[in-house]
């Protein structure tokens, strides 16, 4: 192998060349310490940057083997390292000048979230960093010195703080471990007692501002269970902690406005992820299959059995296999919801802030104006408890603005100046008191939730190969079309959605057969992942990009809003005329 006197040598005789003589300096290195690996040479200053990693064989590096044996202890540490890598990255950041991204050096950033990541990889044979840097360059002349003082100068500095046990704060890393270890424990032990979602005493829900996802820092007033509601659980770490544990059923969150209603929801969407210390929400964990419902009037449905909640539409349309590429509120968040259904979850998460609200609700006196056959909508006060007693999902909806959801709701919890009551018992009496009449529109039973086949000719390869490209934490772009994400709430990370790009490709390619049903082709991707790692799906040779794995339900999204999708299902009876 290469040293790093040969790397310096190379950088020096290519001083003041054409950029392209880059290219020479494309292999491995070894360094006193490490290997550094430069895989792949940007084309131009301006390209995406040149990817490269740091490897630390372990016997140097010192990380003690319990850290990190165990899959969710070794997301924590690899979390923990990247975010160790990224601050001491911050001090040489643009340190070259230069064109375009000359002298930059970055690594994936983490946000609140704990999420399975390629940019720091540990077993027992090494440590790995992947990185980008900015090739320095004047115009397209290589700056060859600046590039030696990135590799010679300030990348050693930089493994040595963030990849060697000795020098890294080995209690915080401990912190952050068992942090995560109590987090994957919260969300198994909720599901053995019956519950969906906890909230420890003490949480800080509400963020610093609409566009940022720290924690509010003035005036927030921490969260406290309803006596009611209160549960205790013994964390293997933290030990013992309270908290308000909400059952499986139908839990609506009520209250005025501006009591923080949505802000409690939006926590519970994000509980599905695991969160840094100091977050705030690192003790509200909801169950990872939870999904947030919202309508997206616009996006394209292709062949969803929308029938449980819209039937008879003017134009006769077969709503067993309901396509369109405009959708509606109330078609779009009825599609959300079978889509959900169709991938699996147990829990449904919905504000009427953000839902149609003639899918949400119909009340007495607009049911005695419109005739039943008039209205093609079923709405999901008729069908929620359906869907908990005969498919077991649960429901958490923020209701301020109709009553009628009292009948139909296991728990009723009101947001009082950001402080929830317990009011079930409340809520029941108001519904039952009063001579106010609504006709239940459910019908025996909720109906069927087809699963679809995703056709491979859905996905044509463009002119070099299929190119799928994120943009952003909200656009893939697939042969130029553009597929919109900005609805898919719980995409957290634009490193999910470089994932989603990269997953989509592997399932054109290795996975979709014309067979396996949407879901199908999801369980198998996220076993091969689960077997071989989330490298393995990349088809960059040695660094894979940077990749943070999203749930099947996100993948899934992104499939079902791509506007060329087309699938079979199952045979379907045709309707009867007038029925
Ligand atoms: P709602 O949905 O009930 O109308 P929101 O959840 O949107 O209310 O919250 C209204 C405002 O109150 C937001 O600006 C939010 O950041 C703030 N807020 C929410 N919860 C808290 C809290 N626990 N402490 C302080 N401010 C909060
Ligand atoms: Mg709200």
């Known amino acids: 192998m290469k040293r790093d006197a040969d790397l310096r ?3 020096h005789a290519i001083d003041g060349k054409g950029y392209k003589a880059y290219k020479d300096i494309e292999g491995q290195y070894k ?5 550094l690996s430069i895989d792949h040479v940007q084309g131009d200053p301006f390209a995406s940057p040149t990817k490269a990693r740091v490897v630390v064989p372990m016997e140097k590096a010192g990380f003690p083997p319990d850290l990190y044996d165990k899959a969710q202890k070794n997301t924590g540490v690899c979390d923990f390292l990247a975010r160790v890598f990224y601050n001491s990255i911050k001090k040489y950041y643009n340190s070259a000048g230069g064109t375009g991204k000359s002298g930059m050096l970055i690594i994936d950033r983490c946000g609140q979230e704990i999420l399975a990541r390629t940019s720091v990889v540990i077993d027992n044979s090494r440590v790995e960093a992947r990185f980008e ?10 700056l060859g010195k600046a590039a030696d003082f990135i590799f010679s100068s300030a990348l050693p500095v930089i493994a040595e703080n963030s990849l060697y046990y000795k020098n ?11 942090l995560v270890e109590d987090q994957f424990f919260m969300r198994e032990e909720i599901k053995k007692r019956g519950l969906v979602a906890f909230i420890n005493n003490g949480a800080i829900l509400p963020r610093e501002s609409g566009v940022s996802d720290l924690p509010m820092k003035k005036g927030a007033v921490p ?4 006596e009611t509601l209160e549960i205790e659980l013994q964390l293997p770490n933290k030990g013992l902690i309270k908290g308000m544990g909400i059952p499986a059923g139908v839990t609506l969150i009520a209250g005025g406005g501006y009591h923080g209603k949505s802000t409690l929801l939006k926590a519970l969407e994000r509980g599905v992820y695991n969160h840094i210390a100091g977050d705030g929400r690192e003790y509200v964990v909801t169950i990872e299959d939870a999904v947030k419902i919202r309508a997206e009037d616009g996006r394209r449905v292709e062949k969803v059995n929308i029938s449980p ?10 709503t ?5 590429d405009n959708a509606s509120g109330s078609t779009s968040q009825a599609a959300n919801i079978m889509e959900a259904l169709e991938i699996g979850t147990s829990l449904l998460l919905v504000d009427e802030d953000t839902s149609a609200t003639n899918f949400m609700i119909r009340d007495g006196r607009m049911q005695r104006l419109v005739a039943r056959e008039k209205e093609p909508i079923t709405p999901f006060i008729d069908r929620v408890r359906q869907l908990y007693t005969e498919y077991g999902v649960s429901t958490i909806l923020v209701v301020g603005g109709s009553g009628d959801y009292f009948d139909v709701a296991d728990t009723v919890i009101m947001m009082d100046e950001y402080v929830p009551k317990d009011v079930t018992v409340k809520a029941k009496e108001i519904a039952s008191s009063t001579g106010y009449a609504r006709e239940s529109s459910e019908g025996s039973f909720f109906g069927d939730i087809t699963p679809r086949i995703i056709l491979k000719s859905s996905f044509p390869r463009g002119k070099k190969g299929w190119e799928i490209k994120p943009k952003g934490l909200h656009t893939l772009l697939y042969n130029k079309e553009a597929i919109n994400l900005v609805n898919v709430e719980q995409l957290v990370d634009a490193s999910q959605t470089n994932c989603i790009a990269v997953m989509l ?4 390619e290795n996975i979709l057969d014309d067979r396996l049903t949407l879901a199908g082709a999801l369980d198998k991707l996220y076993k091969f992942i689960q077997d071989y790692g989330l490298d393995r799906i990349s088809p960059y040779k040695g660094h894979p990009g940077n990749l943070a794995l999203p749930r099947k339900h996100e993948l899934a999204a992104a499939i079902n809003r791509y506007r060329g999708l087309m699938v079979k299902t199952a045979r379907i009876n045709p309707v009867k005329k007038g029925s």
């Open 9 to 11: 040598r190379i950088l």
């Open 31 to 35: 360094f006193d310490s490490f290997v």
């Open 133 to 142: 840097v900015g090739l320095p360059a004047q115009g397209r002349r290589i």
């Open 168 to 178: 890294i704060d080995a209690e915080k890393l401990r912190e952050h471990v068992r």
């Open 223 to 226: 969260f406290k269970s309803p």
């Open 309 to 318: 909640f819209i039937n008879n539409l003017p134009n006769s349309q077969d």
């Open 320 to 324: 067993r296999e309901f396509s369109t």
């Open 505 to 508: 490709q592997y399932m054109i």
